[in-house]
């Protein structure tokens, strides 16, 4: 079975989630992998994730990391995997608490041939969320309020971690240079992404509050991503960015050379 196409899956006591998440990414209607990024989960979830690896060699992958690292840099070592050793063309990201709904992934699959980014976006008609609180729709609204405003955004959902990047895309951006570790990480590699001239899409998905486990989001991820979106604003203003892709591929998916 030929994949081009990976699904990076940072955990952090996933137990509850991580069997039908990877049972559902490996059921859908097109071939993807996925590549589990466990932050020395203490539940567990790293010795199921491997159990799917001895299961689905090429299709499933584990990186193990000693601690708690944060999302951003999880997202990192799953994208260098996923680029240098797998050599995948398109790379998705998402939660494994089941609030990205797999089901989502074809349509955004479909988008990307004519997208570099692919969002799965609340805000688009269509899209929504379901079982939030208000406390969290409101800081949600808030913050791609905020970054749209300062940084100029043009995707409705900016904060959304429900992604996908074509190869071109990521090879673009000097990952080591990202500042980023925590949740801000989405806005500054949206950020980069459109500074660099890359297309960027949405397909409307419905987000759900988790189902099982705690979530992740503290208050000092709170601070972090003002503090991003503050000092990318401060960077906006200095200007002297890319504003195009700045190397020359070819597109992975799509025949319209003009997409480039």
């Known amino acids: 079975m030929s994949i081009d196409t ?26 993807i992998g996925a590549i589990v ?10 010795d ?5 690896a001895e299961r689905y060699p090429g299709r499933v992958y584990v990186i193990h ?11 990192i070592a799953g994208f260098k995997k996923a680029l240098y050793e797998i050599g995948a063309e398109r790379i998705l990201t998402m939660d494994a608490d089941f609030s990205h709904n797999p089901r989502y992934i074809p349509d955004m699959l479909a988008m990307s041939q004519s997208k570099h980014v692919v969002i799965g976006s609340r805000y688009v008609s269509g899209g929504g ?22 940084l100029g955004l043009k995707a409705r959902d900016a904060t959304a971690g429900f992604r996908l990047y074509r190869r071109e895309v990521l090879l673009s951006i000097p ?9 801000s990480f989405l806005v500054e590699m949206l950020f ?18 988790r189902r099982k486990g705690q ?26 960015e890319p504003r195009r892709p700045t190397i020359s591929v070819s597109p992975v998916i799509s025949n319209d050379k003009s997409q480039l």
């Open 192 to 209: 980069l992404c459109q500074r660099r001239g890359w297309q960027i899409g949405e397909v409307p998905i419905i987000f759900e509050d």
């Open 129 to 150: 969320t379901r079982n939030c609180t208000r406390k969290r729709i409101i800081l949600s609204l808030g913050a791609n309020f905020i970054a749209r405003a300062l």
């Open 6 to 31: 990976y699904v990076i899956v940072p955990t952090y006591n996933e137990a509850d989630n991580l069997d039908e998440l990877l049972e559902q990414l490996l059921a859908l209607p097109t071939s």
């Open 37 to 46: 990024v466990d932050d020395n989960s203490a539940d567990g979830t790293g």
């Open 215 to 240: 979530t992740k989001i503290s208050r000092q991820e709170i601070f972090k991503a003002q503090y991003t979106i503050f000092r990318l604003f401060l960077r906006r203003l200095r200007g002297g």
């Open 175 to 183: 990952l080591d240079e990202i500042f980023s570790s925590g949740y």
């Open 48 to 52: 199921l994730a491997d159990r799917w």
């Open 65 to 75: 990391r000693p601690s708690k690292m944060g999302l951003g840099t999880a997202y």
